[in-house]
């Protein structure tokens, strides 16, 4: 079901969002909370603050930065020492809560 939404998500994005003209008033777009969002929460909690987000995204409110916070429970258990990517950067702001910061995607040359 996830990947569902997301191919729905991206196929808004690379086709329909063209029309809007980059019209979002908050960072990330409300399309990309969406999938971090779905990537980072369960399915019905991401569907929920998705929805959530899509309403204040309107001249009642001020736009600005707005990152997708999720509940996490780390566990350090399998720990290896090899070179990993890094997809997404948890900022802890409470008692297991953690905004999600995507990190900056590299060109392949500069590895």
Not at 12 to 17: D, V
Not at 22 to 28: A, D, E, K
Not at 38 to 67: H, M, P, S, V, W
């Amino acid at each position: 079901m996830k990947t569902l939404i997301k191919l729905l998500i991206r196929f808004y994005q690379k086709y329909l969002s063209v029309i809007s003209f980059g019209s979002c008033r908050y960072y990330p777009t409300c399309s990309n909370y969406a999938i971090w969002q779905i990537e980072n929460n369960t399915f019905f909690k991401a569907i929920y603050f998705t929805i959530l987000r899509i309403l204040k995204c309107n001249q009642l409110f001020d736009g600005g930065f707005d990152y997708p916070v999720v509940t996490k429970v780390v566990k350090h258990n399998n720990i290896n020492f090899k070179k990993i990517k890094v997809k997404y950067w948890f900022v802890p702001i409470a008692n297991n809560k953690y905004l999600i910061v995507k990190n900056r995607e590299w060109k392949s040359s500069n590895e």
